[in-house]
């Protein structure tokens, strides 16, 4: 793969830049509520050394009654201070599953104006593969100075999407697992609906991820959203169950050369909760 300090790099290249002091490790790893793990817990057991942790959960705007949704720029930036995370810094973000979690902090910091940041290819499976070093030891944080410059173009809300629902355009791609799309199995989360937004492609994250964890080559990501209906050349919004594998799709985009994409944060926790929204079933 080709290293690229805005989307995505490799194991190799944090080897060799682990120890750059303008470096920030973060690892943003989160599981579904039903998985049994303890994400926090596995970071505090073993991280890449000087990762910070990432609370996906907390640093998140708990005004809403949605998940983990973007936080307010202000909780941003104190979250950051306190993390040692600041203007300047080259961030590298990876998870404990492999690409799963990791993107949707991407996608944050990008939507916060940050542009140095990337996805860590394969995240810490592969980083332990590798048989790379490993600690157990909070890192050591000096504040930094943080400055945000919020992109609104990279969010979308539930209005915005009911209008690309209508009109068709921007494109939605939805990249949640196929039953869960037609609405054969009820979604994880009490109280939804099952089914998706009416006129939305379905392209399941698994199918922009390699069996290694690691995204698949950008020739292979254009293929798989032609695969899906989706044309690669136009605007995409992308939406999942909760806005965490949808930013894989974002970070997919990203690889492929498009900028002309951007993420609905409530997807289908806030679409599938209000009976006013239509919602279709079966393959589209």
């Not at 990432?54 to 306190?82: C, G, N, V, W, Y």
């Not at 993390?83 to 949707?104: E, L």
């Not at 919020?150 to 921007?170: I, M």
């Not at 989360?189 to 698949?216: C, Q, Y």
Request: hydrophobic share 40%; with cysteine; charged share 25%.
């Amino acid at each position: 793969m080709q290293d690229d300090p805005k989307t995505l790099v490799s194991t190799d290249w944090l080897g060799r830049h682990l120890g750059d002091p303008d470096l920030r490790v973060i690892d943003a790893s989160w599981h579904m509520p039903d998985a049994g793990r303890d994400a926090r817990a596995e970071y505090e057991a073993a991280h890449i050394p000087g990762a910070r942790f990432f609370d996906l959960d907390e640093i998140s705007d708990q005004r809403s009654e949605l998940p983990h949704m973007a936080p307010p720029t202000e909780k941003f930036i104190s979250r950051m201070r306190a993390m040692g995370v600041g203007d300047g810094h080259q961030v590298v973000v990876y998870d404990s599953t492999g690409m799963f979690s990791a993107p949707r902090v991407w996608w944050l910091f990008k939507l916060m104006g940050k542009a140095d940041v990337a996805v860590l290819d394969g995240g810490l499976p592969k980083w332990r593969a590798e048989d790379r070093p490993l600690e157990d030891m909070p890192p050591v944080v000096r504040d930094r100075h943080v400055t945000v410059s919020l992109r609104n173009d990279l969010v979308r809300d539930v209005t915005q999407v009911a209008r690309a629902s209508k009109l068709g355009e921007p494109q939605i791609v939805d990249t949640r697992p196929p039953e869960r799309f037609r609405g054969d199995t009820p979604e994880p989360r009490a109280g939804l609906r099952a089914g998706h937004i009416p006129g939305s492609a379905n392209l399941p994250f698994a199918d922009l991820v390699t069996g290694e964890g690691t995204l698949k080559s950008p020739d292979a990501l254009t293929e798989a959203l032609r695969a899906a209906g989706v044309d690669p050349d136009r605007p995409v919004i992308a939406t999942c169950g909760s806005g965490v594998t949808a930013a894989i799709l974002t970070l997919a985009m990203a690889r492929i050369g498009r900028d002309d994409w951007s993420l609905y944060d409530g997807s289908w926790t806030e679409w599938g909760a209000f009976d006013d929204l239509p919602v279709a079933t079966g393959a589209e």
